[in-house]
């Protein structure tokens, strides 16, 4: 059954730890069902405690970009799901040079071992997230393809297990490679275990901690050139074009004032999204896997989706002041989450219309 959760007594703010940059903040949260990894933490900025916000994702862009300068060739940009998507597409538009921008997945399902396989997209590197509600992710990427650089873009970094394992999946990808995060939460041992695990392989690895003033430079930030569009999975160019195309006319005949994007299924959103001017775009809201628990601080209630055997979605502090138009874009594998969302918000008197992105 559905829930609308009230707000209860939960986790306390974490302010002995909060960044001293505002953009880079992140809200404690605890997570639900998984004793592994009781306590967390997520950006208010990326869509799943409230509406995206491009200001603040276009600060913390300004911020990376000047440590990660252009260099000779293409830059493979590593969007980690589901917190880091919306991260790295931003940070991504703000580069400068070449870049090539890639998400990792749950949905493509692998063996539970580290591995490459190939298939007509490319390589798929396959590598695992420990304590995580879906521990199997994999990487799509062009068949042997090296980049002279590899950005990895993460929310946050708690033991760098799954930043490890993603490593040593694509160590033949580059020589380089440079993690962005919004807080390195690691122990000192942690980290210097990892360097010097990389520097044993002939690998370079450089850690930004953007919550970090002091590792940040003073340089100007270069005027970052935006691929245009933008495909993070690879989807096969007439997909991709055909779903702008039909997504943009949809959004044009509903004129939505919400626009949410469910699980994964990002990317075709955000590229329509942006495509129109800022006073026209509606609140961007990402419908995730993450389960946590409503705490009175970051979550003050919950939309729990339930359609097996698609995984459990989430809705964080959704409330009726939200516009009453809106557009759920999904894929298959979240056709049946979409159908509950959309239930869910047509009881609440939201008009509601869903698009699925065609699979490849």
Not at 25 to 43: H, M
Not at 151 to 171: C, K, P
């Amino acid at each position: 059954m559905d829930l609308l959760q009230k707000p209860g007594s939960g986790l306390p703010g974490d302010t002995s730890s909060e960044p001293k940059l505002p953009a880079t903040r992140l809200l404690a949260v605890e997570r639900d069902g998984n004793p592994l990894r009781r306590r967390g933490y997520v950006s208010p900025y990326i869509g799943k405690v409230a509406p995206l916000d491009a200001g603040a994702l276009e600060e913390i862009a300004r911020l990376a970009a000047p440590s990660l300068s252009p260099c000779p060739g293409p830059t493979l940009v590593i969007g980690m799901t589901e917190s880091a998507l919306l991260l790295s597409w931003f940070l991504a538009a703000r580069l400068g040079g070449e870049v090539d921008l890639r998400f990792t997945t749950r949905e493509h399902r692998q063996p539970i071992r580290q591995g490459v396989r190939n298939n007509a997209a490319g390589e798929v590197h396959t590598f695992l997230e420990p304590h995580s509600h879906g521990p199997v992710h994999s990487l799509s990427l062009p068949s042997g393809r090296t980049y002279p650089r590899v950005v990895i873009v993460e929310d946050e970094l708690t033991t760098g297990a799954t930043l490890r394992n993603l490593l040593l999946s694509i160590i033949n990808v580059a020589d380089r490679y440079h993690v962005v995060t919004l807080s390195d939460r690691r122990p000192v041992s942690l980290r210097e275990r990892l360097h010097e695990e990389m520097d044993g392989l002939g690998i370079e690895l450089r850690v930004l901690d953007l919550s970090n003033e002091e590792c940040l430079p003073g340089q100007e930030t270069p005027d970052g050139t935006t691929p245009s569009p933008r495909n993070p999975f690879g989807r096969p160019g007439e997909i991709l074009n055909s779903s702008l195309d039909d997504l943009s006319r949809r959004w044009r005949s509903l004129r939505p004032g919400g626009l949410y994007a469910i699980g994964e299924c990002v990317d075709v959103a955000l590229a329509v999204w942006e495509s129109f001017p800022a006073s026209e775009r509606p609140a961007f809201r990402h419908v995730t896997r993450s389960p946590w628990l409503v705490n009175g601080g970051a979550v003050t209630s919950r939309l729990d989706l339930i359609a097996p055997p698609a995984p459990r979605h989430f809705l964080y502090n959704w409330t009726t002041s939200l516009p009453s138009r809106a557009l759920l874009v999904g894929e298959a594998s979240t056709a049946a989450i979409a159908g509950r969302l959309r239930d869910l918000l047509l009881s609440r008197e939201v008009e509601t219309e869903t698009f699925e992105v065609p699979g490849s």
